[in-house]
Each structure stands twice: as structure tokens, then as C-alpha cells.
């Protein structure tokens, strides 16, 4: 599904899809970060399972699995705790969205020993969650932007497990719904990547 194909507002909401120098995936290209979601939309509970399913058949180092989720949907406590460690814009935009998921890496095992790859492992099941929540008509925006220990203590999370990331999904909204000049210039400036030869340290 396009951006422009969304039922919502389709004529709003942008479209900002990859310029590539080879084909890739329409989802992979038409995936974007919105920070508008339309607020009374409640999260359709197959998607939502679709997602965290993606995400949970990730690969991981050994097979040995430390992605965990704090799922928490809009109205619940869990919500209200997640959306009041945002920080910055995060806390003025992130609120409208369906679901909140926390991205929490098991860094160590049960014995202690540390987990070297949790944190990568943990980004690539996020990376398939956003991946499948798109194809299914979601947006997903990713968050580093918030108060790691308020997570920590509102979730009595132990050392073991390290909030990393907040995913906010949802489905996309006109930019005119944000509250603020600044987040509506963002939402409409163009996606930008490095050109690709930057990222080839060696390409022989
Ligand atoms: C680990 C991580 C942390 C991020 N933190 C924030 C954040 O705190 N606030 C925000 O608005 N966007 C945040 N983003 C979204 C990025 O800014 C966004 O993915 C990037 O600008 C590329 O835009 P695109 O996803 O639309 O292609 C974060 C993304 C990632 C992967």
C-alpha cells in the first residue's frame, strides 16, 4: 500500500517514498517516521499481533532471542507511563499514536554472562516489526528521545533488561493535526539518505 492509497485523508498525508539507484521493496521504499497519527484511531489487534510476530521471528545472534516488548495501547497505564518519559518534541507529537512499544534488549542471560549482540539483535526485530506494520497500512516512528529510568522504574525492569527504544504505530495522519509549526515544516520535508557510495567503506 502507498501512502497516497490510505483511506484517511489520502490526499494530506505524504508521500515520501526512497529514491533508489536499484528497485527495493516497495514497503522497504515507502516506509517513513510520521509524527502525525490519527488519535481516536484504536490499533486493529491483528496487525498489531502481525507485527510483533515479524519481530519475534528475527534473526539473533545464536538464536538466542533478548528482543522484549512493553506493549502498552492508547488509554491504558501503561500508556500514560511510556508517553510521560518522552522527552522534547517526542512528548508534544508521540501521544496521538495507537500503541506504544518499548524495545527492551535481555543484555545479559540467565547466568549473567552478557548478551554482546542483544541491543543489534534487538533493532532487527523493531526493523521487521516496522517492516510488516507498514505493509499492513501502519506507520511506525522509532524514538530514542526519552527518560530511560522513568521505563526502568514504571516497569520494574532489573539491570538485565535495558529500555532502548520507544516505537510508536499508529496509523498516519494529515499533517495539519500536529500542534506545532516546527513538527508540521518535518513532516512534509522530504526524506534524505547519504549517497550510498558514502556508506561502501569497500566495495571491490
Ligand atoms: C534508534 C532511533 C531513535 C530515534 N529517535 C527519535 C526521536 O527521539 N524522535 C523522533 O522524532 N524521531 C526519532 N527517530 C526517527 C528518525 O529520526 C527517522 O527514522 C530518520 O530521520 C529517518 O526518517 P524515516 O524513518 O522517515 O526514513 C529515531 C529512529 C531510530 C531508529
Redesign the pocket.
Known sequence: MTTETLTNSPSAIPA?TAETSAPIHPTLAE???P?SFEAAQPIDEAKLTAALEAARWAPSAANSQPARFIVARRGSDAFATIAASLMG??AVWAGSASVFVVGVAEVADADGKPRRWAEYDL?QALAHLSVQAHHDGLHV??????DVDAIRTGFSLPESLVPV?ITALGTAASPDALPDDTLRTRELAP?TRLPLADLLLTNE
Not at 516512528?141 to 526519552?146: K, S, T, Y
Request: proline share 0%; aromatic share 18%.
Open positions: 515520501k516506509r517513513w517516521s509524527r518534541f517526542n533493532g516512528h522509532q524514538m530514542g528521545g526519552f527504544t526524506r
